[in-house]
Structure formats: structure tokens, C-alpha cells
């Protein structure tokens, strides 16, 4: 004997519920915490950030030979990796 689909009192499919659907909208919340956050960081320097990780990609793929160049091509154009700058 194994246990019912369905518990007590749940939508059967193709029934109609009385229940309302639950929405909840967590904009103004999401706002307030980036607005805490970036507060917190007063130094924080957005495209010094993404400079510094364009250089470290490029540094990191700089020295490829010519069979792991290939390889590293073959997974840009895969989508494995981004290609970057």
C-alpha cells in the first residue's frame, strides 16, 4: 500500500482552488540592502575591479603555446570560456 499522490485537501489537477496565489515583491527590499552594501564600501571602485580582472585574464592566457592556444579557442568558441578582452 503506498502513500496517496496527494495529501488532505490538496488541488487535485484539473480542480479549481479557492486558494489565492502568493506574490511577494522584493524590489524595494533588494534596493535597500545594494544601497547597504555600497554604503559599507566607500573606497570601492567598480572599474578599477573590472580592469584589474581584464589584466588578470589576459596575463592568465598569455603564454599559451600554439596546441594549448588551439584548445583554449576551441573552448571560447564552446562556450566554456569567455574570451575576454
Given at each position: 500500500?503506498?502513500?496517496?499522490?496527494?495529501?488532505?485537501?490538496?488541488?487535485?489537477?484539473?480542480?479549481?482552488?479557492?486558494?489565492?496565489?502568493?506574490?511577494f515583491d522584493?524590489?524595494?527590499?533588494?534596493?535597500?540592502?545594494?544601497?547597504?552594501?555600497?554604503?559599507?564600501?566607500?573606497?570601492?571602485?567598480?572599474?578599477?575591479?573590472?580592469?584589474?580582472?581584464?589584466?588578470?585574464?589576459?596575463?592568465?592566457?598569455?603564454?599559451?603555446?600554439?596546441?594549448?592556444?588551439?584548445?583554449?579557442?576551441?573552448?571560447?568558441?564552446?562556450?566554456?570560456?569567455?574570451?575576454?578582452?
Open positions: 500500500m503506498g502513500m496517496p499522490a496527494t495529501t488532505p485537501n490538496s488541488p487535485q489537477a484539473g480542480h479549481e482552488t479557492d486558494l489565492m496565489p502568493f506574490v522584493l524590489t524595494s527590499h533588494e534596493i535597500r540592502r545594494m544601497t547597504a552594501v555600497l554604503d559599507a564600501m566607500p573606497d570601492w571602485d567598480p572599474a578599477a575591479v573590472l580592469a584589474a580582472e581584464a589584466e588578470a585574464h589576459s596575463l592568465l592566457y598569455s603564454g599559451l603555446n600554439t596546441e594549448q592556444r588551439s584548445i583554449y579557442d576551441r573552448l571560447c568558441k564552446a562556450g566554456v570560456f569567455d574570451a575576454g578582452p
